[in-house]
């Protein structure tokens, strides 16, 4: 079952905060989050396993809640490099495919 | 190291053709991932391989698709015969140990059938 994303797209200003968030009607194991800027491949952000354990480096971070089957990725003063389709991607807790179900993306667009 | 290799980047091709794509994955990696990505569906997983060993393929669409990955330093994904709804962006990622672990694009095949 694939995650589902919210919202679809966003514009914002730069230096303007923004959250995503993911949500999946299975148990999870883990959500890796994303980033494609067009025409290249998925960049690798952060993985977060259960345990409600909050990561980040730099200005973007994510949560991850278990209980609610929930992730959030959170820009923080964004900046233009930030543009770009964010996915996140899942494992579920029953095992399985070790490969990833991803949702349908974010679209990101930060203006000066 | 070079990270994943795939080729060709492009390939255009006429419905009914057969198309192969090729991945290298990084050097030690033991997990190789097929993806494709369309505007309609995403990303999606087709098939992964462990230790050159698939290990789930659910997610080939149909018989057309088939994979192989003959040693631990190179996939092929074919699609025979073509049709214009298998156009789309093919990925091959590789990690190193599977679950819980960083998935390495490669920089995809962008296919487009005719």
């Known amino acids: 079952q694939q995650p589902v994303q919210s919202p679809q797209a966003v514009i914002l200003r730069e230096g303007e905060d923004a959250v995503i968030n993911c949500s999946s009607s299975?148990?999870?194991?883990?959500v890796h989050w994303y980033r494609q800027k067009h025409g290249e491949a998925p960049v690798f952000l952060m993985i977060l396993l259960k345990g409600g354990e909050q990561k980040g480096h730099d200005k973007i971070s994510a949560s991850f809640n278990e209980k609610k089957q929930q992730s959030s990725l959170y820009l923080t003063a964004s900046q233009l490099s930030y543009s770009g389709t964010y996915f996140c991607g899942t494992e579920s807790s029953g095992g399985g495919a070790d490969g990833l179900t991803f949702g349908k993306g974010t679209h990101l667009i930060i203006q000066p | 190291d070079a990270g994943v290799i795939q080729s060709p980047r492009h390939e255009v091709t006429e419905m009914g053709q057969e198309v192969t794509l090729r991945c290298k994955p990084i050097s030690g990696h033991d997990y190789l991932f097929w993806y494709r990505q369309t505007m309609m569906r995403g990303l999606e997983l087709l098939i992964y391989?462990?230790?050159?060993?698939?290990?789930?393929d659910s997610g080939m669409p149909e018989d057309r698709f088939s994979a192989k990955m003959p040693n631990a330093s190179f996939s092929t994904l074919k699609i025979q015969p073509s049709e214009p709804r298998d156009s789309a962006v093919y990925f091959c990622?590789?990690?190193?140990?599977?679950?819980?672990?960083?998935?390495?694009f490669g920089p995809g095949t962008r296919l487009t059938v005719l």
């Open positions: 299975k148990a999870l194991y883990s």
């Open positions: 990622a590789s990690t190193l140990s599977g679950r819980v672990d960083t998935q390495y």
């Open positions: 391989f462990n230790n050159n060993v698939p290990i789930d």
